[in-house]
């Protein structure tokens, strides 16, 4: 029993129970929902045929099938290639869409146990932090593969995140400007109070729409997904900086970017659409123009729960729809997106949140 | 504690080693952006995680991810182009590397190598305060000026950067015509 109280402990099974159990089998299950969801757009049936004897589970034995097959298949490394960084490039993305999870709140806390890893100072900086390490996967597979497709691919992809990267971060200043603090838990606990009394929630949304809009196209740049990936580009340069993978690591790459969409989901809800709160459900109960309905502890928090995967389920849909909704970027139309739309409005969103706040708390 | 002390030492040092030691300049690179991460470990370890953040976001994951950037592009690959030489420039280098540690063996050794009385901000306020606010409430209070010019400075360099990539660009256009 001791030994269960130990804070260290208890850190271990939060990593292991957000990583094994949510995190992973979420991202796991999305490889093959990209394809159902795009089958249905694209009128198709999608993949229904693996199976064991006359069990077909409409298509989700392919999750087996796929891991399998990468595990069997030869794991290559193309002549010329720098044997080393080939060997360890997939690991940088994996880490940091692993890491952001640190951070995340799942649900309110229950008597003195929190539902998150830990709640640091710095909050957010730590996930720009782990974000911009992720670059380093895409540099360095597209540099030891010894492919010119994979070079370009490599030089695409570092430059883009590169860039993004800035507007991630500027996109953010206005929220923490209003709620005037970096950590998680306040950014969430700012969105359980409202406006007009009890009526309307303060959602990052509703405080910051267009730090919202921009914040979540930074977040699929930086994730490379459609319309952003011009970097992998398949009918341009084949599949970019990972075309020379194969096997367990050509998985981890597809696998770190499918955590990368939950992670997107997560980090959007969390900031932006109210974290782990269901609107008007207070510690106690619900609270709504003065009625007060009472709810034990343990329900609210499974409600909190709830609320928080199925917010972060949408966003993977969103995501994932987004990819058979619009067509590729040129590469150049990026850039230029970035450096000269997105930058200006981020700038002007910082000066006018500046100047509301201004207008309306006063001169200090 | 400790224990993550010296494992963050260790790693910072042995990257240290690594970029001097190792030919090929990517391992170079990566060398050294084990020792800027191990210096955020080290940060961290000191109760200065915004400093931390930093080190990491500007030093490791955007600097050197240029540096890598640049050195990939130019596919320096040879290892030739590294073969050590004896000049005069390196002796009087190693003569001032020794001099430094010479003189950081002196400070650390020395009698008057007592911790100083506590600071204005030690890791109690720090952690009450949070250290994204005093260090940005500071810099827009009593640093101001210093902060301002350190951001013109940037600006000028940005500024000189853009002009001579311009210039590069703009030549063989002027040849063809």
């Known amino acids: 029993m001791e030994l269960l109280l130990n804070p260290v402990v208890i850190s271990l099974v939060k990593v292991l129970v957000i990583i094994l159990l949510f995190v992973m089998v979420v991202g796991t299950v999305l490889t093959l929902m990209e394809r159902k969801w795009m089958s249905a757009v694209q009128d198709r049936i999608g993949p229904n045929r693996a199976n064991i004897g006359s069990f077909r589970g409409r298509g989700t034995l392919h999750i087996a099938a796929d891991g399998l097959k990468s595990i069997f298949k030869e794991d290559t490394v193309p002549e010329g290639a720098n044997r080393f960084v080939f060997t360890i490039a997939p690991f940088f993305g994996f880490f940091s869409a692993i890491v952001i999870w640190a951070v995340i709140p799942f649900a309110g806390p229950l008597g003195g146990f929190t539902f998150q890893i830990t709640d640091v100072n710095i909050g957010m900086l730590l996930v720009f932090a782990v974000t911009s390490l992720g670059v380093y996967g895409t540099v360095l597979a597209g540099w030891s593969s010894n492919n010119k497709f994979a070079v370009l691919g490599a030089a695409r992809g570092t430059s883009q995140m590169l860039s993004y990267e800035i507007f991630l971060g500027l996109s953010l200043v206005g929220l923490f400007m209003i709620v005037g603090s970096v950590r998680v838990s306040d950014l969430v606990a700012y969105q359980n109070t409202y406006w007009f009394g009890d009526v309307l929630p303060k959602w990052g949304v509703l405080t910051q729409p267009v730090s919202c809009v921009l914040f979540f196209v930074a977040m699929l740049a930086e994730a490379k997904r459609l319309p952003f990936d011009a970097p992998e580009g398949e009918s341009e340069i084949i599949a970019g900086y990972f075309l020379e993978y194969s096997g367990m690591r050509y998985a981890a790459f597809m696998l770190a970017e499918y955590v990368a969409i939950v992670g997107i989901g997560a980090l959007t809800v969390t900031l932006f659409f109210g974290g782990y709160h269901v609107p008007w459900l207070h510690a106690d109960g619900f609270h709504l123009l003065g009625a007060v309905l009472p709810l034990p502890a343990w329900l609210v928090v499974l409600l909190q729960l709830g609320a928080f995967i199925g917010k972060v389920l949408f966003f993977c849909w969103l995501v994932i729809i987004l990819r058979w909704t619009v067509p590729r970027f040129r590469f150049d139309q990026i850039m230029a997106l970035g450096w000269k739309r997105l930058l200006p409005v981020c700038l002007a969103n910082v000066a006018v949140t500046a100047l509301v706040l201004l207008a309306v708390d006063g001169w200090q | ?177």
Do not use: H
């Open chain 2, 1 to 177: 504690m400790l224990v993550f002390f010296y494992l963050f030492a260790a790693a910072a040092v042995l990257g240290a080693l690594g970029v001097l030691l190792l030919r090929n300049p990517v391992y170079c690179a990566l060398s050294l952006v084990a020792t800027m991460s191990a210096l955020g470990g080290v940060f961290i370890l000191l109760n200065q995680e915004f400093v931390a953040a930093i080190q990491i976001l500007i030093y490791a994951g955007a600097i050197m991810v240029l540096f890598l950037f640049v050195i990939m592009l130019l596919n320096l690959r040879s290892d030739e182009q590294f073969i050590a030489r004896w000049n005069p420039g390196k002796v009087v280098g190693i003569a001032m590397a020794l001099v430094i540690l010479a003189q950081l063996v002196g400070v650390f050794t020395s009698a008057s190598a007592t911790l100083g009385p506590a600071g204005e901000y030690p890791a109690e306020r720090i952690a009450k305060e949070g250290a994204v606010e005093i260090v940005g409430g500071l810099l827009v209070t009593q640093y101001v000026l210093p902060f301002e010019v350190a951001s013109i400075l940037l600006m000028v360099a940005i500024i000189g950067a853009v002009v001579i990539a311009k210039r590069q660009i703009a030549k063989p256009s002027q040849e063809g015509r």
